[in-house]
C-alpha cells in the first residue's frame, strides 16, 4: 500500500467524520454555549411569599455562579398549578424553569378531574430543593388559644369555623384538610390567592384562623402579639418558635404535614444542562447567605441529584393518593 493511498484512506475518513458532525441532530451541541441569555425563573405564587422570597434568593446566588441573569416571573393561579404548566409547554431548552412542589405534582393529579400538564410526561425534575413546614395561626380575637381549645370550638359549632390558606390546593389547604379527616371537626376553607393577602385578611380579622404553609410572616406576628399561634404543623418544634406545641403534641397523636418544592424545567432538557443546573442549584443551597435566610423564614435546603428528586416525586405522589382519599381533599 503506498503512501498516497494511505493519505487518500484518511482524507475519505476525515470527509465521513465531518460529515457526522455536519449532520448531527441539532440537540447535540445545542448545550455547548448554554447560557447564552437570560433564564426566565417561573415561580407560581405572588410576590411575598416564601417561595417568591426562595426564587429571588436563589435566582441571585444562581445567575452570579452561571453567569447569566435569572429573571423572576410569578404566575400564581389554581394553587400554583398554572405557572408550572407554563414550563410544561415551554421549548426545552433550559431557559424556563419553574419552582413547583407537593401540590402541584403528587397532589393535583388527585383532586383535579382535568390537568392542564401530566406530572410525570411533561417535567424534566432538576433537583429537591427545600422542605417546609407551617403552623395553624389565629386573630387574637378568636375564642380559643390552643389547639385543643380550636377542636372544642369546632365542635360546638360545626361548620361555622373558617380557616384561609394561600389558595385551592396549597399546602395550608391541605394541612387542614388533615387536620378536619384526623379529629371530625368540620372547618370551611376560604382560599386566597396567595398568601400575603391571606395574612392580611387574618391581621384585620375578615377571618379567624389560618392555615400557614410556612413560619415566613408567621413568627414576627405572633411574637408581636398581631397573632395567637396554635400549634406547629411538623413533627418537631420548630427553632424559631421553640414554646408552640406541634399538632401531634396538642391531642392529635401522629399528625405531622411538610411540603417541599424543588427546581424543573420542560420535559427532555438535555442531560448536560440538566447537570450544570443541579450543580448551581447545590452550590446556592449550600452557600451560607442562602442557606441561612431560608432557615430565618423556616425553610429547611435540601437538594438532590435528578434522579432522587424524580422517584420522590413518584412516591409523593402514590403517598398522598392515599391521603387525599382518606381526607376527602378536592378542588371545591
Not at 431560608?294 to 412516591?315: K, M, Y
Request: charged share 15%.
Amino acid at each position: 500500500m503506498s503512501k498516497v493511498e494511505v493519505s487518500r484512506r484518511e482524507v475519505l475518513q476525515l470527509a465521513g467524520s465531518l460529515a457526522c458532525l455536519s449532520f448531527a441532530p441539532a440537540g447535540a451541541t445545542a448545550s455547548a454555549g448554554y447560557p447564552s441569555k437570560p433564564i426566565r425563573l417561573i415561580v407560581p405564587f405572588p410576590p411575598g411569599g416564601p417561595i417568591d422570597i426562595l426564587g429571588r434568593l436563589f435566582a441571585t446566588a444562581a445567575g452570579e455562579r452561571i453567569g447569566q441573569t435569572i429573571v423572576v416571573e410569578n404566575r400564581p393561579g389554581v394553587g400554583g398549578n398554572l405557572g408550572t404548566d407554563v414550563v410544561a409547554k415551554s421549548a426545552s431548552d433550559g431557559y424556563t424553569l419553574a419552582l413547583s412542589g407537593l401540590q402541584n405534582f403528587s397532589v393535583a393529579p388527585h383532586i383535579f378531574k382535568k390537568m392542564p400538564y401530566d406530572p410525570e410526561r411533561d417535567f424534566t425534575f432538576i433537583t429537591r430543593m427545600i422542605d417546609l413546614s407551617g403552623a395553624i395561626v389565629a386573630h387574637p380575637s378568636a375564642p380559643f388559644s390552643d389547639l385543643r381549645g380550636l377542636i372544642a370550638y369546632a365542635r360546638a359549632n360545626p361548620g361555622k369555623l373558617a380557616y384561609g390558606s394561600a389558595g385551592i390546593a396549597t399546602t395550608g389547604h391541605l394541612a387542614g384538610a388533615m387536620l378536619t379527616a384526623a379529629t371530625g371537626i368540620q372547618l370551611q376553607h376560604v382560599p386566597y390567592k396567595g398568601t400575603a393577602p391571606m395574612v392580611q385578611e387574618l391581621l384585620g380579622g375578615q377571618i379567624l384562623l389560618a392555615f400557614e404553609s410556612s413560619l415566613a410572616s408567621t413568627v414576627p406576628n405572633i411574637k408581636s402579639g398581631k397573632l395567637k399561634g396554635i400549634a406547629v404543623l411538623s413533627a418537631q418544634r420548630s427553632s424559631l418558635l421553640p414554646d408552640l406545641p406541634t399538632v401531634a403534641e396538642s391531642g392529635v397523636p401522629g399528625f405531622e404535614f411538610n411540603a417541599w418544592m424543588g427546581l424543573v424545567g420542560p420535559a427532555n432538557l438535555q442531560p448536560e444542562i440538566v447537570g450544570l443546573l443541579n450543580k448551581i442549584a447545590r452550590e446556592s443551597l449550600a452557600s451560607p447567605e442562602v442557606a441561612n435566610k431560608l432557615r430565618e423564614i423556616g425553610l429547611t435546603p435540601v437538594t438532590s441529584t435528578p434522579q432522587q428528586f424524580s422517584e420522590f416525586v413518584r412516591a409523593e405522589t402514590v403517598r398522598w393518593g392515599k391521603i387525599v382519599a382518606q381526607a376527602k381533599i378536592t378542588a371545591d
